[in-house]
């Protein structure tokens, strides 16, 4: 049974940093894509940052310098370094994983991913 665990939410200010990690179980992590989703209130959930099985990365152009994803293949684990927070990245962040996807492609099909978390909410005050 696939499973995936969103933890590192909370609130920071505006600058601030946080570092959300997604535990991932129940498949063959290491040749999955997988990414980042935030989903702020009456919004669709969108791609943030994404990386494929061989680790190539794709980002969107609003936090590109700002957030950093990574994995640790021997912790089947998922990252997502953010940095220079803003008030507009307020959303509760979902970490999702499909099977052979590309990242770029996964970032703008956010429906498609096969499984998903349930998601830390990261909160920017101002």
């Known amino acids: 049974q696939v499973q995936l665990v969103e933890s590192g939410g909370g609130s920071v200010q505006a600058g601030g940093s946080l570092r959300l990690l997604c535990a991932a179980s129940g498949y063959t992590y290491s040749s999955y894509c997988m990414g980042w989703f935030p989903q702020a209130p009456g919004k669709e959930r969108e791609g943030v940052a994404a990386i494929d099985s061989d680790g190539s990365t794709s980002y969107a152009d609003s936090v590109k310098g700002r957030f950093t994803i990574s994995k640790d293949n021997a912790k089947n684990t998922l990252y997502l370094q953010m940095n220079s927070l803003k008030p507009k990245d307020t959303a509760m962040y979902y970490c999702?994983?499909?099977?052979?996807?590309?990242?770029?492609?996964?970032?703008?099909?956010?429906?498609?991913?096969?499984?998903w978390g349930q998601g830390t909410q990261v909160t920017v005050s101002s």
């Open positions: 999702a994983a499909n099977p052979g996807s590309l990242s770029w492609w996964l970032l703008l099909h956010p429906p498609a991913a096969n499984y």
